[in-house]
């Protein structure tokens, strides 16, 4: 445990994505296995569980230390696992302490009624640093300015491979990967995963600018609608002893157990890309072609919030997915195929397959720069779609964001102008700054919350805003600051939707601060009414 | 009658008026007694000062020898008269010089703590606990999540970086009062001889604490020397502001260093863009306020200078009356000692 606190702790404080890189080579070099794979595990962010709930960390800590006196400090460190690390009040340390691999099989291993415990003798053996790694490990709130693409670079020039070697295996292989590491130091061969469902890296699409509309020629590319759902992957095989199905979201997490009406209707050896909706039609199907009666983003996140969904909830919201690629059919990979021809693949087995709650998504068709235009417009009045998709049809199934293959042109924002409610310290290298927002809408004489936005603003605006809290600062709740309503922000969203949550009733999809209007007075910023307008249907 | 109704806070400072003086004004007064030579307590104009040998030569150091009119050296521990007030100066343990004050009028003891410290600072005596009515304690640190680590502690983490990174230039801001050559004692403690560099900032007072017969060891100004590379690997001392304009860059190879009691918390040290925090402050940490409002047990403790919520409410808790004292000029970030 040492070794990796004061590997984070380092990391915490260099600059640099060479410096960072080196410090983690050094540790996977000199750790022992298993603890190197739970480090990267926890830096990559692929930890399954959580050792303990942030729930547990507050109980054990309010028990002990002046809830007032709590609060005071939280707000003035600005982030929960610092505080507790530095308010721990009890230290009798041990060395050396357990291993990074002990601690994590304790907490695998205990019973939910002893995990307070435990946790609360880990921190009593702990150094503030260590504690603070120990809380940041435990609630997979790691960040240490590594990001998981980071981490696999790192892995392969470690090992001396091809970092897309790496990709590929990425998902088939487990924490504390212990295989992938010997094997990258050359002392095993290779990890199998032909026959293992397992997540294929997406593809992802750049946001389209003018010289590329100006650019378009029909042949050279396939048109698509944006859908307004979630991207998700869903990788079959049932052609084999034990058949495995799985159903990933875009970075790679199961999420097959909150769609068991989807998983349970498909059968086959392939691994599909698309668009995760609720659809009306789902289960009427006869050949992928069918027009699919598509619910809002807001009805789907009604499925997305439940793990463990209700029969009478799969069958009001059934979900459905509209496939727009495919990376494996049969056991054969089809990503180094052009997208014409995967596409060719895609149409035709579908067809045939006629698998319930699979749906073709359609291509569009603009024969200039123009009509691609007018296409868009067309498109983004239906308020379910949020725009369209533009592919190259020559491109390959490259994971990572390729350029100059893939674009995406999203409905415009939409913009309200608000008032700034309340303010919250942000987190990390904001925690000195008032940088999250609540702001709320008129109605009538009364402000209510809509929202809240901590990104859009530069960091001089910043400066301003937390300047501008400070000197407005009404009231306090805990690290909530109640502000003067007085501050009119311009709120872009990509949608709204009506909320039982919010007082208001509605919720904003995607809410970043647009402009700050230092200018504007309070009264005249938007009512209630005017965003409910703005509710799609 | 109560010291609430004769001493004041106004937009000046700290004003006891049946002594008509005022302690550590922020504007220019007639007569000021000056707890220490920090720059949010002790500046430049009066008329008539009060206070230390030290610090009355930390203040001519820093703003000539007129800084003020008249100014009168005081004997820790002797009384001073002002019309019917008695004052009295005491150690404070904070900086070289530093000193705490007592003030007794009307039957009531009220003590001024200035800025102070409980742990050993070779600079300066200890900070002596004075039964008092009224105590008015800093609470620069005053939340449970600042416990200060041992200096050597902290000293160690320079030495250890400075053996790991033998090529990289060690640039340690640090106050150019106090901490500057409190880092430099500490390092020369863990047996660290060869020659420390100084920014420009640091070397008058660094002079003048050797004039103080304090032995800080061999000391070359940055400026000396010629070729820079020659840095390398070694030790450089210059005040936190310098740490990121353009004269460190003239530096090869640097590893940005920081000395103050902020380190603890993460997000302070990375805002500075700093790679190696060393937690050093001149200041009390959470349990030593405690313990020092316990050893001195007064009726009332006001607090002020920095945040006087926390230790208000914890005084209180303890069993003191406690009120906040708002006193004008305190800047956490400005200030010297922190
Ligand atoms: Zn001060
Ligand atoms: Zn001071």
Known sequence: MEAFSHLLEQLYYTAGTNAKAQLIRDYIATAPDPDRGWAIAAMAGTLRFDFFKRNTVKKLITSRIDPELFAMSYDYVGEVSETVAHLWPEYTPIKPLPTLSCIVDDFASTSKQKVSATLASYLSMMTPPQRWALLKLGTRGLRVGVSARSIKQILADYGNKDVKEIETLWHAVKPPYIDLLQWLEGKVDKPDIKNAVTFHPVMLSHPIETKDIDGFSPNTWQIEHKYDGIRVQLAVNTQKVEPEKALYSRTGDDISHAFPDLLECVTGNMVLDGELLVIHNAKCIQDGMQTPEVDTFNALQQRLNKKKPTKALLESLPVGLIVYDILSLNGESLTACSLRTRRNKLERWLSLAAIPRLFLSPTLRADSPDALRELHKTVCEDRAVEGLMVKRRESTYTPGRPKGQWFKWKRDALTVDAVMMYAQRGHGKRSSFYSDYTFGAWEGDQLLPIGKAYSGFTDEELKKLDNWVRRNAVGRFGPVREVKKALVLEVAFDAVHPSNRHKSGVALRFPRIHRIRWDKPATEADTLDTIKELIEH | ?338
Not at chain 2, 54 to 69: H, K, N, P, S, V
């Open chain 2, 1 to 338: 009658m109560h010291p609430s109704s004769w001493l004041e806070v106004n937009d000046i400072g700290l004003y006891c008026k049946p002594g008509d003086f005022y302690i550590d004004p922020m504007n220019v007064v007639h007569t000021a007694l000056i707890t220490h030579g920090h720059a949010d307590h002790a500046r430049a104009g009066h008329h008539t000062v009060y206070a230390s040998r030290e610090t009355l030569a930390i203040m001519q150091t820093r703003y000539g020898e007129d800084m003020a009119d008249t100014q009168s050296e005081i004997e820790l521990g002797c009384g001073l008269q002002f019309n019917d007030v008695t004052v009295t100066f005491f150690p404070a343990g904070h900086i070289l010089g530093s000193t705490q004050i007592l003030i007794e009028y009307a039957g009531y003891r009220v003590v001024v703590s200035g800025d102070y410290k409980r742990r050993h600072d070779p600079t300066c005596p200890p900070f002596e606990v004075v039964p008092c009515d009224i105590f008015i304690s800093e609470a620069t640190f005053g939340l449970p999540v600042f416990t200060h680590p041992p200096i050597e502690n902290e000293i160690n983490k320079l030495l250890h970086s400075v053996r790991v990174f033998p090529n990289r230039c060690h640039l340690v801001g640090a106050y150019a009062l106090g901490k500057c050559q409190r880092v430099i004692l500490a390092l020369r403690d863990a047996g660290y001889s060869k020659p420390i560099y100084l920014h420009g900032a640091q070397l008058k007072l660094c002079d003048l604490y050797q004039q103080f017969d304090i032995d800080l060891g061999e000391l070359i100004p940055v400026s000396e020397v010629k070729d820079k590379t020659e840095l390398e690997g070694e030790i450089v001392i210059a005040p936190p502001s310098a740490l990121a304009d353009r004269w460190s860059r003239s530096l090869p190879n640097v590893r940005t260093v920081m000395a103050s009691g902020w380190m603890q918390i993460r997000a302070r040290a990375k805002q500075r863009n700093v790679e190696l925090p060393l937690i050093i402050s001149d200041h009390c940490d959470w349990p030593e306020l405690l313990q020092t409002i316990k050893e001195v047990s007064p009726k009332e403790v006001w607090v002020t200078h920095g945040r006087e919520d926390a230790l208000m409410y914890q005084a209180q808790k303890m069993g003191f009356k406690a009120r906040a004292l708002s006193l004008v000029g305190y800047d956490e970030d400005e200030q010297g000692g922190s």
